[in-house]
């Protein structure tokens, strides 16, 4: 750009900034590491953008599959322990195991 040895626009605003966050390195315990992040998020010490960031996805293309999925599966009466909106803010292991005798 500073040598016009490209064919760019130059007018302000005509190019979009940039921002590389590189992946994050995952710890020993993917599992613990996962309940921290959800552990930051609740407590307001980490944005949902950020911890998304930090695994190299767009955020904004995660909302969109993850909203295409749950319309998918309402519209199919297909029913999941939990959905894409439940999980967040949720913890990231059960309460209760299950009982694998009940029906």
Known sequence: MLADALDAPTAPGALRPVQWIPPRWDWVDPLKDIQAQVLAIESGL?????AV??????IEEIDRENAADATRAADLGLAYRTTPG???GARATPQQTPDPNEE
């Open 86 to 88: 439940e999980t967040q």
């Open 53 to 58: 960031e930090a695994t190299g996805y767009d």
């Open 46 to 50: 980490l944005s949902r953008r950020k």
